[in-house]
């Protein structure tokens, strides 16, 4: 049985567009436009896409904050409206910004309160608590008053609040939006730790080097579709994108060869190659250039990036 299943989702918003002060028409938007997933246990799953996609609408639904106008989704094997009790007992949900904490409360208060609500006892929910406050890195600022938290304070203890009840399942919506680089980075190594640990994990985000770092999966959405899906290995190839093979050659002027040359940043020429196999093509560079007596300088291999593979399907 797959974590999270769903078949034709959809969820359309009835708003009212103001042309002028008098003028207002009426008009849908289909956030989710019969979408179709499924989630192995385990893993790290993304959905990504343009902001207005319906990557929030999506992780609502699939937590049991929204209700879809048609089509199913199942968490943990639970219908997410017939089992919504259900559903929310095994998941763990990180939205942005989250409103549901007390400011009069620390963070560790805040953590503790809503592990208690998870039916566990003071000690379990303040153990639990504390240990979440080393893992996401507030650590000793879980003793401050929320109202003084700073964004990526907050965002921290969002991550420490999904995590109380050991779910099974949790819901990520921009985890690392507002963390300076370390905390980002602790947080992706959180992260991989849950899924290595069994935990599924889906996410959104729209730093892809991060998506292409963590996920196993990845989705595309765009306005309300599921346009691509894989991971990020096969979206590469199924694109057919190339790597880019770059050879500096220590030379006063362009060499002479039949290859594209580009005048380098360091003040040499530059071979550059886009090609599907770079390691043969990296030698054969080299080969033509020192046969032809020149020496070589910085080698490059430039893999291609799941932003390209963004880029290249929300463009088509
Ligand atoms: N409560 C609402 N009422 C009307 N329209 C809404 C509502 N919530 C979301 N929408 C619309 O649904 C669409 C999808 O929104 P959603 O928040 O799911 O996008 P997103 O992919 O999460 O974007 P972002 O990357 O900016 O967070 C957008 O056009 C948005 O304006
Ligand atoms: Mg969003």
């Known amino acids: 049985m797959s974590a999270i299943a769903c078949e034709g989702l959809r969820k359309y918003y009835r708003v009212k567009v103001r042309r002028s002060f008098f003028n207002r028409i009426d008009s849908v938007i289909k956030a989710l436009d019969d979408v179709s997933l499924e ?6 799953f993304s959905l990504v896409g343009p902001n207005g996609a319906g990557k929030t609408t999506m992780v609502k639904i699939l937590s049991t904050l929204l209700i879809p106008d048609a089509g199913w989704a199942r968490v943990g094997g639970y219908d997410v409206v017939k089992q919504a009790g259900r559903v929310r007992r095994i998941i763990g949900l990180v939205l942005a910004p989250d409103k549901g904490f007390y400011t009069r409360l620390t ?9 208690r609500l ?5 000690g379990e929910a303040t153990r639990k608590a504390k ?10 600022d879980g003793m401050r008053l929320f109202e003084e938290y700073s964004l990526g304070m907050r965002a ?3 991550i420490a609040k999904a995590l109380i009840n050991d779910p099974e399942i949790v819901f990520l919506d921009e985890p690392t939006i507002g963390l300076d680089p370390l905390s980002a980075r602790r947080i992706r190594n959180l992260i991989k730790d849950l899924a290595a640990g069994g935990m599924t994990v889906f996410m959104t985000s ?10 196993n999966t990845v989705a595309v959405i765009k306005s309300g579709s599921i346009v691509a899906k894989g991971s990020p290995a096969e979206l590469k190839e199924k694109l057919k994108l190339s790597y880019r093979v770059e050879v500096e050659v220590i030379a006063e002027s362009f060499p002479d060869t039949r290859l594209p040359v580009t005048m380098g940043e360091r003040g040499y020429p530059v071979v550059t190659v886009t090609t599907n196999r770079p390691s043969e093509d990296l030698v054969k560079v080299i080969d033509e250039m020192r046969g032809k007596g020149y020496s070589i300088g910085m080698v490059r291999v430039q893999e291609p990036s799941l932003e390209e593979v963004l880029t290249q399907v929300l463009s088509s």
Request: charged residues 25%.
């Open 156 to 158: 921290k203890l969002s």
């Open 107 to 115: 963070g560790l208060e805040n953590l503790v309160y809503y592990g």
């Open 131 to 140: 240990e979440l406050l080393e893992l996401t890195g507030l650590g000793e």
């Open 118 to 122: 998870y039916g566990l006892s003071k």
């Open 39 to 44: 989630v192995e246990k385990g893993v790290v």
């Open 206 to 215: 729209h730093n892809m080097w991060e998506v292409e770092n963590l996920s």
